[in-house]
């Protein structure tokens, strides 16, 4: 069966360009995560999708940043105005419901190079 | 100020041998534990769980051990294998909370022939 997959699975970019990070979930999952994760660190929660809606975007780093989600399937996190900071991995994740009785699912990641 | 701390960057174990992987806690209000296993540009695989009332689950070859009152627990993997080689993360959320899980910073594994 499909799993999580994402797209571009690299993407380099000059700073100040606006980048657009795609995610399918799992059919049928209807919560969906984006994670960030930044050379030698750990996994940093960005956002999350129960159905199409986000109910909490504290997580965003900053107001640059903003994700929405279609028929409680695709999607897909922006990036305007990149930084050098914003260089990191992208994962998306999604599993059956949210909470913590699901696990998650995760894409292979977006690599994102912001030159 | 991190939540969730794994603080061997690394460990290196003998084929056949147990490799013991370590992860500290600092929020008591996490109930909810997970292992990921990722290897290099692929994402994080699911390996194992356990919730906060129980203090062992297994599975196959993995055994994840639960300490409430020292806010630690642990992976073990036994017989080691070459492909258990990678990185495993610990991660933890708590009932109330988006889902979102909270992760270590990981622990490489090698796992020697």
């Known amino acids: 069966g499909a799993g999580v997959s994402q797209s571009p699975s690299n993407k380099v970019t000059e700073k100040g360009k606006d980048v657009e990070l795609r995610c399918d979930p799992i059919?049928?999952?209807?919560?969906l995560y984006w994670y960030r994760q930044r050379l030698g660190q750990g996994l940093e929660f960005l956002i999350y999708?129960?159905?199409?809606?986000?109910?909490?975007k504290s997580g965003l780093p900053s107001d640059r940043f903003s994700a929405e989600r279609t028929g409680e399937s695709v999607s897909t996190l922006t990036i305007q105005r990149t930084q050098q900071e914003d260089s990191a991995v992208y994962l998306c994740?999604?599993?059956?419901?949210?909470?913590?009785?699901?696990?998650?699912?995760f894409g292979p990641g977006t690599r994102l190079l912001v030159l | 100020d991190q939540q969730v701390k794994q603080n061997s960057p690394s460990l290196s174990v003998q084929e056949g041998r147990i490799s013991i992987l370590n992860c500290d806690y600092t929020?008591?209000?996490?109930?909810?534990f997970l292992w990921y296993k990722k290897y290099p540009a692929e994402g994080p695989t699911f390996l194992i769980s356990?919730?906060?009332?129980?203090d062992k689950n297994e599975d196959g070859r993995f055994t994840v051990f639960l300490n409430k009152s020292a806010k630690h627990l642990s992976l073990h993997i036994v017989p080691s294998q070459p492909g258990d080689s990678a990185v495993y993360f610990c991660?933890?959320?708590?009932?109330?909370?988006?889902?979102?899980?909270?992760f270590g910073k990981g622990t490489k594994l090698s796992v020697k022939p």
């Open positions: 059919s049928g999952h209807t919560a």
């Open positions: 994740a999604s599993s059956l419901v949210t909470g913590t009785s699901g696990a998650q699912y």
């Open positions: 991660a933890a959320s708590r009932t109330g909370s988006q889902g979102n899980l909270i």
């Open positions: 356990i919730s906060s009332i129980k």
């Open positions: 999708f129960q159905g199409n809606s986000a109910p909490d």
């Open positions: 929020n008591s209000m996490f109930d909810y």
